[in-house]
């Protein structure tokens, strides 16, 4: 027998017998295997947890104009360690079968739309975790998921990937052109060789890696390079030194900010559900069918990423935390449970952050922006291409986009939703089954949502 059929034996014995303690000490390789594989994940995601954070971070610090040097880099640190520490302890040791809390990278792209509608970060990321905990614990997931359907589910993503492809052109574009504006044609031009050979060589969970590479090899020929300024330290855990002095704005604990926050909130608690079903489906499709135990918990993983969410906006920081896309995704290529690689994850970031130089590479505008566009947002139009089944999908889809651009993102969904459980364009193809009380609570979601929306509008 061949080599590469009795490693994948191996590997297929992981995932079926993998059965670690849930919410009891677990540690590597006496609870779970440890293999070669599970390094290819967690690397990718440490990768790509510093450059979306930093995404996250220079779309917060563009929004209120934020002139503080070290903002962005201490940030990144304060972020990474935070998530790595949280890795290691629930989904490495007490619980592995928890995904790792990482980052809604989709929501950068509308940032700069809630810091131009007066959105405070504190109130938005308490009432995110707020509701989390709350849908979590009553693991009502699933139903926001059906409450969704395919149309307004392709609509939101295809609405959050196109916004980001834009913003993240146009930044790209603005910092190559003040400098070398070659640069920016030959980066685009490389990374989408580079995205069409992975995609071939079906090596997708290379992407992030790759990119980063390549947007640092081919600005090195333009003599660019990224700065070194951050040297080894431990994060600024202070909420006073954060909130008061580093954002400038203050805690904005007070009932209007809250108000303002609503529909953001809603909007990206909609899209946790909706990005874990994608991946689930790849750890499904990939895993035996004997691996169930392989399979992250949604409910479970949803409850530590609400968490991690309160946690990390208390303490200062600019991310909007989600799945860890970018480990989860390399993890089901590859073919690994949870438990070794989410603990080598962990490892990483908390290292990355203290070390502080992997944090000015990611920072470099060339590969921030390039990941966000091939890593991030282009898989995420593609997703959204693929969820659309239907002309009835399409049309809602389209709505969703048309009122996203034109008025807002959260009126987009609003209006999808709307239009998809009323019945108004009706998808005959569909099986989706809406009953009356899933008709109360989509009214009562588009009641809020607009409501506080007129409200904030209004002040």
């Known amino acids: 027998m061949k080599k590469s059929n009795l490693r994948q034996e191996l590997l297929n014995k992981d995932l079926i017998l993998y059965k670690p303690n849930k919410w009891r000490l677990n540690f590597p390789t006496r609870d779970y295997t440890v293999r070669i594989e599970d390094f290819i994940p967690a690397l990718s995601g440490a990768i790509g947890k510093v450059a979306l954070v930093a995404a996250f971070a220079v779309a917060w610090v563009t929004g209120f104009n934020i002139s503080d040097p070290s903002f962005v880099t201490e940030n990144v640190r304060l972020e990474v360690i935070l998530g790595g520490f949280l890795t290691i ?42 509701i989390g905990l709350l849908i979590s614990s009553f693991k ?27 913003s993240s052109l146009q930044k790209l574009k603005d910092w190559t ?28 969970w290379l992407i992030i890696p790759t990119i980063a590479i390549v947007a640092l090899v081919v600005s090195s020929f333009f003599g660019l390079y990224p700065s070194f300024r951050t040297g080894i330290g431990l ?3 202070s909420p006073n030194i954060w909130w008061n002095e580093k954002w400038g704005i203050g805690f904005g604990l007070n009932i209007e900010n809250f108000i303002k926050a609503i529909p953001f909130a809603l909007l990206a608690v909609i899209m946790w559900p909706i990005d874990a079903l994608a991946i689930k489906t790849i750890h499904e499709e990939s895993f035996p069918k004997e691996a169930n135990n392989a399979v992250f918990d949604m409910n479970s993983t949803y409850f530590i990423v609400s968490l991690r969410n309160i946690i990390g906006t208390i303490l200062g920081g600019t991310q909007t935390a989600a799945i860890w896309r970018s480990f989860m995704i390399p993890l089901g290529i590859v073919r690994r449970p949870i438990g070794a690689s989410a603990f080598i994850l962990g490892v990483l970031g908390v290292l990355f952050g203290i070390l502080g130089y992997p944090i000015d590479i990611a920072v470099f505008p060339p590969l921030l922006w390039l990941v966000l566009i091939f890593g991030v947002y282009i898989p995420l139009v593609e997703v959204g291409l693929n969820t659309v089944k239907s002309s009835a999908s399409a049309q809602i889809a389209a709505l969703c986009i048309v009122a996203g651009i034109a008025v807002n993102p959260v009126l987009g969904w609003v209006t999808s939703v709307f239009v998809e459980n009323f019945g108004i364009i009706k998808d005959i193809k569909s099986n989706r089954t809406i009953t009356k009380r899933d ?21």
């Open 89 to 130: 302890l629930f989904c490495g040791i007490l619980n592995p079968y928890i995904g790792p809390p990482g980052t809604l990278a989709p929501l950068i792209s509308i940032v700069p739309i809630m810091a131009m509608s007066g959105v405070h970060p504190l109130p938005l990321g308490l009432l995110i975790g707020i």
């Open 177 to 204: 052109y003040s400098s070398q504006p070659d640069l920016f044609n030959v980066l685009l031009v490389v990374g989408l060789i580079f995205f069409i050979l992975l995609n071939k060589c079906k090596a997708r």
């Open 140 to 166: 009502y997931f699933s139903k926001i998921v059906y409450i969704n359907g395919p149309g307004t589910k392709a609509g939101v993503i295809l609405l959050f990937g196109f916004l980001g492809i834009n």
């Open 235 to 237: 994060p600024i855990l």
């Open 439 to 459: 008709r109360y609570i989509t009214l009562g979601l588009i009641v809020v949502t607009v409501t506080t929306y007129i409200a904030t509008y209004n002040s």
